[in-house]
């Protein structure tokens, strides 16, 4: 049963406008939010993260927001690039799982020029 | 360079054989994992090692025993290979089970026939 919840498989967008990513979780005991990238043939690389007691973290192009009533987080890209085009995990860690990181499927981004 | 390494990066296995998948780091991180993924299942952990000497069962380890050597090396054994276990998988380590801070390796992508 995932905990952890991306329910857009994949996402268009045109180079220089906006991608929103869209997470889901079920367990109010996560503690910790990570947004991960992963290029073909690589592994995952950490991108952003947040803490609970947070609802907002920026790092340069790419933001994360977190709505805790509504178990709730969102990554945006903007302006979104060529280069952004990958796959991104979205990630959770709590006590619920002994602080081992839960997983969410995927979202493949793809940035058109 | 430092990281994550994985060997093999490919392999081809028929049904009833057996592998073992290596993984060793050089960042002298304490806590490694496995994780396998499935189209539309994000990343599932198998099994987890929070310290030398350790290891413990994750979200599916059925069919898989690992094994830590040292503190540099977390290999993964298949026994015997069923079709099911068609996937990428990916070695990470972290300094502690707590730490966020997860390296990926490049992964190896196993096809059981």
């Known amino acids: 049963d995932q905990q952890v919840k991306q329910n857009s498989p994949s996402l268009s967008v045109q180079e220089g406008r906006i991608s929103i990513l869209n997470c889901d979780y079920t367990?109010?005991?996560?503690?910790?939010f990570l947004w991960y990238k992963k290029y073909p043939a690589e592994g995952p690389t950490f991108l952003i993260s947040?803490?609970?007691?947070?609802d907002k973290n920026e790092d340069g192009r790419f933001t994360v927001f977190l709505n805790k009533s509504a178990k709730h987080l969102s990554l945006h890209i903007v302006p979104s690039q060529p280069g952004d085009s990958a796959v991104y995990f979205c990630?959770?860690?709590?006590?619920?799982?002994?602080?081992?990181?839960?997983f969410g499927a995927g979202t493949t981004v793809t940035v058109r020029a | 360079n430092a990281g994550v390494t994985q060997t093999p990066k490919f392999q081809v296995l028929k049904t009833g054989q057996s592998m073992t998948l290596q993984c060793a780091q050089d960042?002298?991180?304490?806590?490694m994992y496995w994780y396998r993924q499935d189209p539309g299942m994000g990343l599932r952990l198998i099994y987890y090692?929070?310290?030398?000497?350790?290891?413990d069962k994750g979200e599916v380890p059925n069919g898989y025993n690992v094994s830590r050597l040292n503190k540099r090396e977390f290999s993964l054994r298949l026994e015997s290979a069923a079709p099911s276990q068609t996937s990428v998988y990916f070695c990470?380590?972290?300094?502690?089970?707590?730490?966020?801070?997860?390296?990926f390796g490049s992964g190896t992508r196993l096809t059981v026939v």
């Open positions: 990470a380590s972290s300094e502690a089970l707590g730490n966020y801070g997860y390296t």
């Open positions: 367990n109010s005991m996560f503690d910790y």
């Open positions: 947040i803490s609970s007691i947070k």
């Open positions: 990630a959770a860690r709590g006590r619920v799982n002994d602080y081992k990181l839960s």
């Open positions: 960042m002298n991180h304490n806590s």
């Open positions: 090692s929070a310290s030398e000497g350790t290891t």
